[in-house]
């Protein structure tokens, strides 16, 4: 029997968008425009200090 036909995924599981942080974006704001917690960004970005700055670059899982 022929094997099943797989469909590829448009992006790599595991792949991350860059966020450049604003000024005035908390981890809050921004854990609420892309729809995961806190703990996830600090995950995802462990160099994170206790204060963002301007132009900092987050990855974000998609």
Excluded at 11 to 29: C, D, I, N, R
Excluded at 35 to 57: E, F, H, K, S, Y
Aim: proline fraction near 8%; charge should be neutral; include cysteine.
């Amino acid at each position: 029997p022929k094997p099943a036909e797989q469909s590829i995924p448009d992006h790599e599981p595991g792949a991350f968008l860059s966020h450049e942080v604003k000024m005035g974006e908390t981890l809050y704001s921004i854990s609420r425009h892309y729809r995961c917690t806190i703990d996830q960004l600090r995950m995802w970005n462990p160099q994170l200090g206790a204060v963002l700055q301007a132009g900092q670059t987050l990855r974000i899982a998609q």
